[in-house]
């Protein structure tokens, strides 16, 4: 089984992985792009690197035809645009993002950014209808061993997803942000 581990950047995905990567093989979406050759320059604009996640998408959609010999997670926050047969979701309440990214030191316009992208459900928007399981965790006030470790069991048991009916909705708090 490949899983997708996506989220608004700051919600814990590269903290969850790293303990995650004591039961399953760990993919970090950006070194897989880049040895691919998916990985563009640095954006002055974004202050990051572009991933080309159409041509990555297809490429594995070709490669990994078959399952892995382990179950294998992706990490990033554009894996689940990849061939995943589920896609975990980290969320985390807009107030406690905007937290964590101003001690990454990212300047406003990004901060902003990532904080509005989470309120309006992040990757959720993003979900088609091919049937992938998406499941929903929240992490403002849990620590990444107790996320890791709800992950696991819900990996272990074959959970079926999240209603799109039933995700966070940070909507209320917007007027606060």
Avoid: Q
Avoid at 59 to 84: M, Q, R, V
Avoid at 142 to 168: F, H, P, Q
């Amino acid at each position: 089984m490949r899983i997708g581990l996506t989220g608004t950047p700051g919600v814990g995905k590269t903290t969850v992985a790293s303990i995650l990567s004591e039961h399953f093989t760990i993919i970090d979406l950006v070194e897989l792009a880049e040895e691919r050759g998916f990985l563009g320059p640095t954006s002055a604009e974004f202050e990051a690197r572009e991933v080309d996640i159409e041509a990555l998408s297809s490429a594995l959609a070709h490669e990994w035809n078959g399952p892995p010999e382990k179950i294998t997670i992706i990490e990033g926050h554009l894996s689940h645009y990849l061939p995943c047969d589920m896609v975990i979701v980290l969320r985390c309440e807009p107030k406690t993002l905007r937290s964590r990214l101003s001690k990454r030191n990212y300047p406003d316009w990004k901060i902003t950014d990532n904080v509005e992208w989470e309120l309006m459900g992040g990757p959720w928007n993003e979900s088609d209808s091919s049937g992938t399981p998406w499941i929903e965790f929240d992490t403002t006030d849990e620590i990444a061993s107790k996320i890791s470790d709800r992950i696991i069991k819900t990996i272990e048991r074959g959970a079926k997803g999240t209603e799109s009916s039933s995700v966070l909705d940070w909507a209320e708090e917007f007027g606060d942000l």
